[in-house]
């Protein structure tokens, strides 16, 4: 059950278009279900000898508005509070009893209407639609002073909730505060009348987020706005110093014909100037190409920016698992970066998905627990590289790393459900889990070159090869792994991948140890995918089987002592981890 509250100044037109036939010619029968004393005139249902539902309307308007008039220029200008209640899909028809009830608890739990308050405020609620009610005050008491209205829409949310438990209808997510504020009626109609798939509030606010992700300083956030297009006027002090700014669509413009302008706080909290700085000040490292051994570049340069970021995720997974809330939530405005940077860039297959998932984790990246000291440099700084390397292709070795990174960023997304969880976040939980959902139909776009081909190579290798990395694959996986890769034909990618980290010189019993203990496979949905992508990064192997293969690292080569063996469960092994000695591959600081 939503409601969704708003104010105005005209009760008689709000009320036409309540008893009107609304836009689209949907309202159907309207009439009240209730009333601040149950005998309010209903324009919908007048059984008078002669009904004029004109005459009625006019009779409810002043009827609403006596004590307003009354007040006279004591009663606010904004005097009408509108809340519109709403069940959600598939919920039962409720009766107009029942709705009537909901209004009332609405109307005490808000302070309009207290129960037991002869000088509440005066209200009716309006049915013109079965899943709907809207409820109508006017903000002026009996005793002509204004109702104390602090934290109303708060209280409309934690009422409704408690009534959805009641009536059993569908448990919704309570909200904090922290959500982006949602499009307008008036937005929404005027995007469906001009032909957008969105609201330019929506629009306005992923181009910003976009534009944001990766970017060095606030010079190249603004720069990226104006490449993106869109309108940008800055709000300055009298000392000349930026406060804020404001973003508007081209084209969009009001009645008067002037710009729609947005203020970046109107967007999200965290799009605001101020927010905007605070992330930009921890910067990004600089960056270096790394060179293959014949001194050419390594790999295509988004092949290498997605390869090195899904160390860097990796990171944030294990950070997202610590006890450490300040450097958790942190690690979420990272990831989120991290997301935008991913979806813009990415191939045709896969935007769609990908764009949606980064909308859907936007909202986990905001909760009231606040990352004010921790480092975001290095998924910032994968992001800033992300972008600058620009579109993947799709093919070959950079739809294999894309393949990669999608297939961390699931787990990273589902460690977010979890922190969130556990800390009572439910919006944000729900909105990790469908972030993680897309991602997952991303990966299913993007993974099925890449695989096929390392399960022919797999195939293709001597039974007795092939037999051997089976048993060395059943001999380290736990048990329901192991039970699910039951068939050969599961591990064919997974055999192949041991054999040529073989011939690059690791040890794969070794290897495959690192690439188990990096993180929990339970929330994997492929486990053989998800440690062939761990094998050929941390082996350093080539995501598409036809490219060149690298040298192996010293700490997964063929051990001389078990010693060497041992692996730390809780964080991320030497070889899941970027090298130190460069600073923007370094883990944020814990």
């Known amino acids: 059950m939503v409601p969704d509250i708003g104010r105005g100044s005209r009760t008689h037109g709000l009320l036409v278009y309540l008893y009107g036939p ?17 005998f309010a005139p209903d324009p919908g249902r007048d059984t008078s000898p002669d009904p004029d539902p004109k005459a009625t309307l006019a009779r409810l308007t002043a009827a609403l508005d006596l004590r307003v008039k009354q007040a006279g220029d004591r009663a606010p200008a904004k005097h009408v509070w509108h809340c519109s209640v709403r069940t959600a899909p598939g919920d039962r028809r409720l009766s107009d009893e029942e709705w009537n009830t909901v209004a009332q608890r609405v109307v005490h739990a808000t302070g309009i209407a207290p129960d037991g308050d ?46 959805e438990k009641e009536m059993g209808l569908r448990r919704l997510n309570a909200g904090d505060g922290t959500a982006a504020k949602n499009p307008t009626s008036a937005e929404k109609f005027k995007a469906e009348r001009t032909g957008r798939p969105e609201t330019s509030r929506e629009t306005l606010r992923e181009a910003v987020r976009r534009a944001v992700a ?30 804020g700014y404001n973003v508007a669509l081209p084209g969009d413009r009001n009645r ?59 990171c944030a997974a294990v950070l997202l698992d610590s006890d450490d809330d300040d450097e958790a939530a942190a690690q979420l405005v990272g990831v989120g970066e991290l997301l935008d940077a991913v979806a813009q860039t990415s191939p045709a297959a896969t935007r769609a998905e990908l764009g949606a998932a980064a ?52 787990l990273v997304t589902l460690a977010a459900a979890h922190w969130h969880s556990a800390r009572g976040h439910a919006q944000q939980a729900h909105a990790s889990r469908q972030a993680a959902e897309h991602l997952r139909a ?35 996986l736990p048990n329901e792994e192991r039970r699910a890769t039951s068939s ?46 761990r094998l050929r990064r941390l082996a350093q192997l080539p995501a598409h089987p036809g490219e060149a293969t690298r040298r192996p690292q010293a700490n997964t080569s063929r051990p001389k002592t078990a010693a060497n063996h041992t692996i730390n469960r809780t964080a991320p092994t030497a070889a899941s981890r970027p090298a130190a000695s460069d600073p923007r591959n370094r883990p944020p600081r814990r």
């Open 22 to 38: 609304g836009r689209r010619e949907e309202h159907t029968d309207a009439h009240l279900v209730g009333s601040w004393d149950g």
């Open 118 to 163: 002869p000088d509440g405020c005066r209200w009716i609620a309006v049915r013109h639609a079965e899943d709907h009610i809207h409820i109508v005050a006017t903000l002026v008491r009996g005793d002509l002073r204004n109702p104390r209205l602090n934290y109303d829409f708060n209280k409309a949310q934690a009422t409704c909730r408690r009534i």
């Open 214 to 243: 990766g970017a060095d300083d606030e010079k190249e956030f603004f720069t990226r706005l104006h490449e993106a297009g869109l309108r940008v006027k800055m709000r300055h002090a009298p000392s000349g110093d930026a406060l």
């Open 256 to 314: 008067h014909g002037e710009p729609v302008w947005y203020p970046g706080s109107k967007l999200a909290p965290d799009l605001s100037l101020p927010k905007i700085r605070l992330r930009l000040a921890d910067g990004t490292a600089d960056r270096t190409t790394p060179l293959a051994a014949d001194g050419r570049p390594d790999w295509s340069p988004p092949a290498r920016e997605r390869r090195s970021a899904t160390g860097v995720a990796e």
């Open 359 to 410: 909308r859907a984790f936007e909202r986990a990246t905001r909760s009231h627990v606040r990352a004010e000291h921790a480092d975001t440099r290095a998924l910032r700084t994968a992001a800033r590289g992300i972008i600058q390397a620009g579109s993947a292709l799709g093919r070959g070795e950079d739809g294999g790393t894309t393949a990669m990174l999608l297939s961390t960023l699931v």
């Open 442 to 476: 991303a990966y299913r776009q993007a993974a099925p070159t890449p695989m096929q081909a390392l399960r022919d190579q797999g195939r293709a290798l001597p039974e007795v090869e092939r037999r051997t990395y089976e048993a060395t694959i059943r001999a380290a």
């Open 488 to 533: 050969s034909t599961k591990t064919d990618a997974l055999a192949a991948t041991l054999a040529q980290a073989e011939q690059a010189g690791h040890d794969p019993k070794v290897l495959l140890q690192q690439a188990i203990d990096m993180r929990e496979l339970d929330t994997a949905e492929n486990t053989n995918d998800v440690l062939v992508w």
